[in-house]
C-alpha cells in the first residue's frame, strides 16, 4: 500500500529534447490580454532585478486538461478539434496522441529557458483499455515521461478511491490485481493537488494542497482543486470519507498562505470550466469584452477568485478557450482550457517582476495550439504504448460484436447512449423479466463505436477494447422499483434543480417516448402527458422496474429520486451487458444498425 504521509519527491526534471525533421508544430491565434506595456518588456535590459537579471522574465507555461488516458490518438469526433478560419468558415484537424502530444511540448520548451508544464485534473478515469486495464498505471508512466511538473485532481482521480488515487501518487502495486511487470510501479513525478479535498476525520487535504516552481531567484506558487460538486458526479463508493470545500474559498485561503510565505505569483489549476460561444478551439471568446464569449461555473469562480491569484488553468467541461475574465479588481485574469483527450496544449507567457516578484499581469498572453499528427512521434512514447498494447492484446482484440455503420455519442440523444441503454435493459430482463425500462446517464457514454478498423480487426467488428472505451467505469448494471410518479420526476430532474442550467438528458431504452420542449424552462421542459412506455402512458400509481447503471441508481448526476428506489438487484458490470447484447444481436452477416435516436422529440 502506498505511504499515507509522506509528500511526493518531486525528481529532477527529465528535460529531454526532440530534433524534429522540419515538422513544425501549428500555433494557432488565441487570447491576447494586452498589449505588452513598454514598461513590463520581458526583453528590457535597462532595468536590472535581483542577481543582476533584467528586471522581468518570461516564464512559459504549458498546460493541458482532461487526458483521460488517452494515450493513442482518439478515433472519431474525439480525435477532431474545429479550426476557425479568417473568413469565418471552419475546418476539422486530426489531434491527440501522446506520442505526438510529447513532440510537440518537447519542441515548445526549446523556445524558453524556464518552462513549466501543468495540468488541470481527469488525467486518469474513464480511460482506453490500454491506460484502464492496468488502473491507469500507463498514463502515469507517460505523463512522468512528457515532465509534467504539476496537476490538480479532478472528479475522475476519485472513480476508484482515495486510497487508489494516494497509490497513483506514490507507487506500489494494485491492492488486488497486483503488479503487471517484473518492475514494481513507482508512482507519479509530479506532485497531485488537492487543496479543497479533505479526509472527514482530519479535516486536512488528502493531498498536498499547493506546490512552489523555482529557477533561480524566480518562484511560482500552484494551487490545484477540483469541483466542489465531485460528489454529485463519482460513485458514492469513489468519495467515501471525503469533503469537498468551495473552490473559491480554498483557493483564496491557500493563496493567502503562498503570499505569507513570500510567493507572489500564483497560477491556480482548476478541474471545473466553462462553454465557450464557439466550439472553435481557436474562438476569440474576448470579442467584443473580457469573458463575453464564455459562460459557466469558471465565469463565477474567476469573479471571485483574489486577484492574488494570476491566471487560471481549468478544465473538467473538455472545451477550448484562452480569454479574459475580471477579476474581483476588474483587473482582466487569463483563464484557459486545452479542450480534451490531450488534443490541444495551451501556451501561457508569464512575465515574471523579480523587483515585485509577482507577475506583470498586463503582460499575461495565451494560446491554444492543436497536437498535430504531422509531426515526429516520440520514440519513448511508441515504445510505451507498444509494452501496454503487448499486455492488453489478448483481452482487447476479441471481437465481440459487428456493426453496420458509425454508431456516435454526439448528440442530445445520442445512438450510442440509445443502445447502451437497449443493452441494459436486455440484461434487466435476464434478471427480472418484470423488467420495463432503462435509463443511461450520458456522462457514461466516454465514446462512439467507429466502423472503420482501428487495428486487423476488420471493418464493422466491435472489439473488446473499443467496448471497453465506451464503457470504461466498471458500474454494474442495477434494478430498482419506480412508481409512475417517480420516473416521471426523474425525467424532470433532467432539466431542473442542478440540472437546469445545463441540462443532463438521459438515454431511454426503446420503447420509452417523450417531448423535450428546450423553448420552456426548468421542469416544465418535459411534457409529461407525451411520455409512454410501448405506446401507453406513464401510469403514476403503478410501479416500473427500471435499469440503470449503478452511479445513476445511487442517485449521482442530481438524479436523487433514483437514489429512492426499491427492491434493488445487483447484474453484472455494464461493459458485460454491452457485450452480450451485441454478441447476442449481431454477427458478420447480420451487424447491428445503429439507433435512429428518435426517442425523444426535442423542440427548441
Known sequence: MPAKSQQPPHRSRRRTQLVLTGAASLATVGALVAALPTTASAHENKHKGNHGHSRYQDVQLLSFNDLHGNLEPPSGSSGRVTHLNED?????????GVEYLATHLREARKSSKYSITAAAGDMVGASPLISGLFHDEPTIEALNKLDLDVTSVGNHEFDEGSAELKRL?????????????????????????????????????????????????????FIGVTLEDT????????????????????????????????????????????????????????????????????????????????????????????????????????????????RLYTDTTLTYDRRTGDIARTAVKSANHVVTRDVAKAADMTALIGKWNTLAAPIGNRAIGYISADIPSTGTESPMGDLIADAQLAHG????????????????????????????EGDGVVTYAEGFTVQPFSNTVNLQDLTGAQLIQVLKEQVSGVNESAPKVLLPSAGLTYTLDMTK????????????????????????????????????????????????????????????????????TTPIAPPAANRITIVS
Open 521 to 588: 424552462t426548468g421542469a416544465d421542459r418535459v411534457l409529461t402527458d407525451t411520455i409512454r412506455l410501448n405506446g401507453a402512458p406513464i401510469d403514476p400509481s403503478a410501479t416500473y422496474r427500471v435499469a440503470t447503471n449503478s452511479f445513476l441508481a445511487g442517485g449521482g448526476d442530481g438524479f436523487t429520486t433514483l437514489g429512492q428506489g426499491t427492491n434493488d438487484l445487483v447484474g453484472s458490470d455494464d461493459l458485460t451487458a454491452l457485450e452480450q447484447y451485441l454478441t447476442a444481436n449481431s454477427s458478420p
Open 169 to 221: 501518487q506514490y507507487g506500489g502495486c494494485h491492492k488486488t490485481d497486483g503488479c503487471y511487470t517484473d518492475k514494481r510501479y513507482k508512482g507519479a513525478d509530479f506532485p497531485y493537488l488537492a487543496a479543497n479535498v479533505l479526509n472527514e476525520k482530519t479535516r486536512k487535504p488528502i493531498l498536498k494542497p499547493y506546490w512552489v516552481w523555482k529557477k533561480k531567484d524566480v518562484k511560482i506558487g
Open 88 to 96: 469565418g468558415t471552419t475546418q476539422t484537424i486530426n489531434a491527440g
Open 429 to 456: 430482463k435476464q434478471l427480472d423479466p418484470e423488467t420495463d425500462l432503462a435509463l443511461m446517464n450520458p456522462g457514461g457514454v466516454r465514446a462512439g463505436l467507429t466502423y472503420a478498423a482501428q487495428g486487423s
Open 231 to 342: 460528489p454529485g458526479v463519482v460513485s458514492a463508493e469513489g468519495v467515501k470519507g471525503l469533503k469537498f470545500k468551495d473552490e473559491v474559498e480554498t483557493i483564496n485561503k491557500y493563496a493567502r498562505e503562498l503570499q505569507r510565505k513570500g510567493v507572489k505569483s500564483i497560477v491556480a489549476l482548476i478541474h471545473e470550466g466553462g462553454a465557450p460561444a464557439s466550439t472553435a478551439y481557436n474562438y476569440d471568446c474576448d470579442s467584443p469584452g473580457a469573458g463575453d464569449g464564455i459562460s459557466g461555473p469558471i465565469v463565477d469562480i474567476a469573479k471571485n477568485v483574489t486577484p492574488q491569484v494570476d491566471a487560471l488553468v481549468t478544465g473538467h467541461t473538455h472545451q477550448a478557450y484562452a480569454c479574459t475574465i475580471d477579476d474581483p479588481s476588474g483587473k482582466p485574469r487569463t483563464v484557459t482550457s486545452a479542450a480534451s483527450f490531450g
